[in-house]
């Protein structure tokens, strides 16, 4: 359940992208209306899309307050990113800058973990998964290494997808190829921490 509520604002970018598409009169007329003149037609979809995402995330921050009262640092972070690069896009009627909001937060994640491992030797995914499970010094660091990694490899490839296939292509990506490709990565992790637990508890 927190991992669709953590994709909230990207599963109803993806359902706002596909519903305007469906109707491009209306959603140019809804556009023109909450965005200003000027827009054209074919970009309706993708100027709703993120004026929903914007929206969403601000909800997701609110939930999370008022069920917690406090709001995760990772959160703060998200929501800046798409304000910046939402905002961007709805100013200038320029999907470009929503293209790249992805690839900004990936590589943000992956250098905050690779720099925080070199210089300041603090370990973030220990930081975060040592409670639960107890690894050996080289494995959590590869583990922190291979998440850097994977976060500037998933930019990347944002960003290939973007400008080498279809808006809605990228949409699709956005959605069911990040989440997908995650979902591999962690089955892979998890295989390589069972190989570790298992030798140390033998």
Do not use: C
């Not at 930019?155 to 990506?173: C, I, M, R």
């Amino acid at each position: 359940m927190k991992f669709l509520f953590d994709l909230l604002p990207v599963i109803l970018f993806f359902a706002a992208y596909k519903f305007a598409g469906a109707d491009p009169e209306a959603s140019h007329a809804l556009a023109s209306q909450w965005l200003g003149d000027g827009i054209v037609a074919s970009q309706s979809p993708i100027l709703i899309a993120t004026l929903v995402a914007i929206l969403a995330t601000f909800l997701q921050i609110l939930i999370v307050w008022l069920k917690h009262r406090k709001v995760e640092r990772m959160l703060w972070v998200s929501l800046v990113i798409i304000v910046v690069f939402g905002g961007a896009t709805l100013f200038f009627h320029n999907p470009t800058f929503i293209k790249w909001k992805p690839t900004a937060l990936y590589w943000l994640f992956g250098v905050v973990l690779a720099g925080s491992a070199l210089l300041f030797r603090r370990n973030l995914i220990r930081k975060m998964l040592e409670a639960q499970i107890q690894l050996p010094d080289p494995v959590w660091s590869r583990l922190n290494l291979a998440w850097a990694a994977f976060f500037v490899v998933m930019g990347v490839l944002n960003l290939y997808v973007a400008y080498s296939f279809s808006e809605e292509a990228w949409v699709n990506f956005k959605l069911f190829g990040g989440m997908g490709l995650m979902l591999v990565f962690v089955l892979g992790q998890g295989f390589y921490l069972s190989r570790h637990l298992q030798e140390e508890t033998n």
